[in-house]
């Protein structure tokens, strides 16, 4: 009989450690940055332009906080904040503000600026452009002007190549480089990365591309003879920027906000924020609200 109830007592403390290592996995651990089996959970979901910099800013906070495990995934700025809204992910990674988000609830989410975030027109090297005006640029992202060598290009028909709806990337650029121009119907793509690697080896393509994903393989865009360096983007002189935001469901626990913290920290802002192609918040010369309406910076 006392072997019984030993044996009876065992199972009870085996079933009760399998409750307690199951809970690290339900989408409250994800909302709140919840443990799991001893680490903190952080999923961050959204903007592929902000992408690299959190999955650059993850690794070296792991390295020195070893109890945590983040994972960062893309998707788009309208899949992180719908997600982060919805209560499915710790931090929605947008581009855009959640009060442009159709369909978001801005008043609950906590908004995080980590960045700001440069965009620029990108186009095959061998469409033999490197600028173009204001209104050549909205007209051939509607469709009036089809090749290049209407602008002073070569004799190549012009492709457009476009981020899918919901992306952050393309909102900012229809507004601030095409002022609200409805672009014409051309090939969608969920990822900048994949738009990076069109662009570069399909002559005749256009797009945009955060400057963080800017190198020798493409050829980027002047405008009106303003070019997309980080010096006009502080001034506001290059309008096609915005802040990179981490939304959070309501303020956010204490380990997920040292993560945030950290996003901001020296460490961060004047090391992968600067080498990744970002611009520190604190560079800004000027603000701009979700209304677009800037302000020099205080």
């Known amino acids: 009989m006392k072997k019984l109830t030993a044996m009876f007592a065992l199972t009870g403390i085996l079933l009760a450690g399998c409750a307690g290592g199951n809970s690290g996995n339900t989408e409250g651990s ?3 940055g919840g ?3 001893g680490q903190t959970e952080i999923v961050a979901v959204g903007s592929t332009a902000l992408q690299p910099l959190v999955d650059a800013a993850q690794e070296s906070f792991v390295q020195e906080n070893p109890g945590y495990n983040i994972s960062v995934q893309g998707g788009g700025s309208g899949t992180g904040l719908s997600q982060v809204d919805n209560g499915a992910v710790t931090i929605g990674n ?3 503000f959640a009060e442009e988000e159709e369909g978001v609830d801005a008043e609950k989410l906590v908004d995080h600026k980590v960045a700001v975030v440069g965009m620029a027109p990108v186009v095959n090297k061998d469409a033999g452009v490197d600028e173009l005006s204001k209104q050549e640029l909205i007209d051939i992202f509607t469709g009036k002007i089809k090749n290049w060598s209407e602008v002073g290009g ?3 028909e012009i ?3 476009n981020r899918a709806s919901g992306s952050g990337t393309r909102a900012t650029f229809e507004k601030w480089a095409l002022y609200g121009a409805e672009t014409i119907q051309s090939q969608e793509q969920d990822s900048s990365g994949t738009v ?3 662009v570069s080896e399909t002559p005749g393509s256009i797009s945009y591309l955060a400057l963080s994903y800017l190198d020798d393989s493409l050829q980027e ?3 009106d003879g303003v070019e997309p360096s980080e010096d006009a983007i502080e001034t506001n002189d290059w309008e096609i920027w915005s802040y990179e935001h981490m939304y959070t469901q309501g303020e956010p626990e ?4 040292e993560f945030l913290d950290y996003m901001v920290s020296e460490d961060v802002q004047k090391g992968p924020v600067s080498e990744l192609g970002y611009l520190p918040i604190t560079d800004m010369k000027v603000e701009r609200d979700a209304n677009g309406e800037v302000t020099d910076a205080e």
């Open 35 to 37: 443990t799991s089996q």
């Open 94 to 96: 947008s581009d855009v």
């Open 196 to 198: 990076k690697k069109i």
């Open 221 to 223: 865009l002047a405008i």
């Open 154 to 156: 070569n004799d190549q």
């Open 254 to 257: 204490q380990e997920v906000k």
């Open 159 to 161: 492709s457009v190549v």
């Open 30 to 32: 994800k909302q709140a």
